[in-house]
């Protein structure tokens, strides 16, 4: 889907500036392979990155990959 594509290479633009919401909508579509191949390691790094800057919601995402 061309939007999806869309909306990843923003979010990943915006995350790539320091952007901590963006961070974790590129760690989101890395999950779950929207606008992007899944790559679970990779959404563990955007998780990650997003949750040093005080993200809870993206530490639940990192605490279920991490479960897996």
């Known amino acids: 889907d061309v939007n999806k594509t869309k ?3 923003w979010y990943e633009k915006s995350a790539n500036l320091g952007c901590c919401n963006a961070m974790y909508n590129v760690g989101a579509c890395y999950k779950s392979g929207s606008g992007v191949a899944k790559d679970l390691n990779k959404a563990r790094e955007w998780f990650t990155k997003s949750t ?3 993200d809870t919601d993206a530490q639940t995402r990192l605490d ?3 479960a897996q």
């Open 7 to 9: 909306a990843f290479e």
């Open 52 to 54: 040093a800057q005080g």
């Open 64 to 66: 279920e990959l991490n």
